[in-house]
């Protein structure tokens, strides 16, 4: 009687199970025609692409303004241009490969936007348009488009009109600002990195540099430089919109912030009159651009804020050397290039490990490691 009672339980039991897994694999199972392959940027609960990027040039107005306050015409000559030749680029290659069109998400005018914040106001249209075929056709739609490319697109084109249109790209002119006495349009200058790295090398000192009234005017915007390299206070209201509206997370533009002011402080304290000082080296060139706006790109970062802060420390670190030891007085877009290449390696070692995963070789549970971002 036990042997059959014992066996009559079994049985239920494995009928329940049966019926258990059939239920959980007629909830659980997706309608495989439903089923779409694609890369990231993937749509979820939340802004979408489209708005996202909306987002990023709604907070990147100040600066645009800001470049208009200060270098007039010439600059929006340059934002139009490029703006405009990395949607044309973008429209072509997407009727040529027979793809659907790609405009709305506005990717390619973030990417035009972007490009004219690293150039020069009196760049010719010719090196614009060639950094706008880089930006899109070279660095994105060659990798399959957005979210398959593995490097910011604006910052592979300002590197390639550096190098191969070096004498147009360090045209800089002086601000011609409505708050200060006007300059012409005519009257160039050197960068203030430009301007120390020369300063220093002469062995002529940079204590100016860190005077009160020139880290005023940096950080107004009343120097000379890229249209997004003089006004650190509009680039500074627009990264803290995008940390605010949760476009972006804090950790890689602190992480590349911290570990610049940490390394041109032990420079200057074991080699005084190196370079100048801390405030100097955030509030002179493109780092606060490219520490907000560029290294954070969501296609080109790592995925966990563990990798996100050994991402940033890798640019702070390669900024630094290239300004203070390097050939080139700015070296932003380099290390985030340069950074990018290493993003598959940063995820790998900075992984998520699932919650109760269980090493095979020791037989142990181990604890959920990272955080995707």
Known sequence: MNGKKVDLMSDNMDKKELTEKSETQRIILPDPTRLILSPSPHIQTGPGTGKIMLL??????????????FFGLHALRVLVITTASCAAFEYLWNRISGRKSTLNDFSAILTGILLAMNTSSLTPAWVCVAGAFIAIIIAKQIYGGLGQ?????????????????AGAMTRFPAPNSIFF???????????????????SAMGK?????????????????ETSGSLGETSALAILIGGIGLIALRIIRWHIPVSIICTVAVFVSLVNHFSPGTTP????????????????????????SPVTVKGGIVFGIGIGILVCVIRIYGSYPEGMSFAIVLMN????????????????HQNIKSGRIEPRRGEIK
Not at 56 to 69: K, R
Not at 149 to 165: D, E, Q
Not at 184 to 192: G, K, N, Q, R, S
Not at 205 to 221: D, H, K, P, Q, T
């Open 205 to 221: 000192g940079v204590e100016y540099f860190n005077s009160s009234a020139f880290l005023w005017r940096a950080f107004i915007g």
């Open 181 to 199: 006495a006007p300059i012409p349009d005519a009257l160039t200058t050197a960068t203030p990195l430009g301007a120390a790295e020369s300063f």
């Open 341 to 356: 290449a290493l993003v598959p390696l940063i995820d790998k070692v900075c992984y998520i490990r699932p919650f109760g």
């Open 149 to 165: 490319n593995p490097f910011n697109p604006a910052a592979v084109a300002r590197i390639a009109m550096l190098t191969g249109a």
């Open 277 to 300: 000082g801390v405030l100097f080296h955030l509030f002179s060139g493109g780092l606060l651009l490219g520490a907000f706006f560029m290294a954070t790109d969501m296609v080109t």
């Open 56 to 69: 990023v040039i709604a907070c990147l107005a100040p600066a645009i303004v800001a470049s208009l306050m």
